[in-house]
């Protein structure tokens, strides 16, 4: 469950409630993909996971800042998340639809700012619905999948990105016409 801490910033004598999530389960999936993607100087690992800016980030004091990165601990170990258990009642890419997989490539294409492992949520919300679902249909599937805890979205992640990975792996490329 995740806590709740009140900050105060120098710039504003207004409290501000931040909710530090405590474990696995209390980070969405869009937040756990934003984590694996975009942790780096500009994006502060604090910002990722929490509601703070760079710039609130940067203003925090050092007590709230250890208090916070304590409260973080768990994202060390991702055992909890290997442990979890398999996906169930998902198809297989090859079994899908070809329209499928080139939404799929699409998605991909398009979305270089999520390089691998990134592009397993929308995947998941792509192979999750009927092939004659709709486009408006896989937008609110996906949002939704990004809305959900890691722990619930996780082992289908990583079984439809381990099936794509063999899947394109196995399938010679398409040939380039001019």
């Known amino acids: 469950m995740p806590t709740t ?22 980070v969405s999936t869009e937040r756990f993909l934003h984590l694996q993607t975009d942790t780096n100087e500009e994006t502060p690992l604090l910002s990722v996971l929490t509601a703070l800016t760079p710039e609130q980030v940067g203003q925090l004091s050092a007590d709230d800042s250890k208090y916070i990165v304590n409260a973080l601990d768990f994202i060390q170990d991702h055992a909890p998340l290997m442990q979890l258990p398999p996906a169930k009642d998902l198809p297989t890419i090859g079994e899908s639809s070809y329209g499928k997989l080139m939404q799929a490539e699409q998605y991909i294409a398009q979305t270089p700012n999520r390089p691998g492992f990134g592009a397993a ?10 092939d004659n679902a709709d486009p408006v249909q896989l937008a609110q ?10 722990t619930e979205t996780y082992p289908a992640m990583v079984f439809i990105w381990a099936a794509w990975q063999t899947f394109k ?6 040939p380039k016409t001019k």
């Open 141 to 150: 599937r996906y949002q939704w999948t990004l809305q959900q805890p890691v």
């Open 121 to 130: 949520a929308f995947m998941v919300a792509l192979y999750s619905l009927p």
């Open 5 to 26: 801490y009140v900050l105060c910033f120098s710039n504003s004598n207004d409290p501000f409630e931040l909710e530090v999530p405590t474990s696995w389960r209390d």
């Open 169 to 174: 792996k196995a399938t010679p490329p398409t």
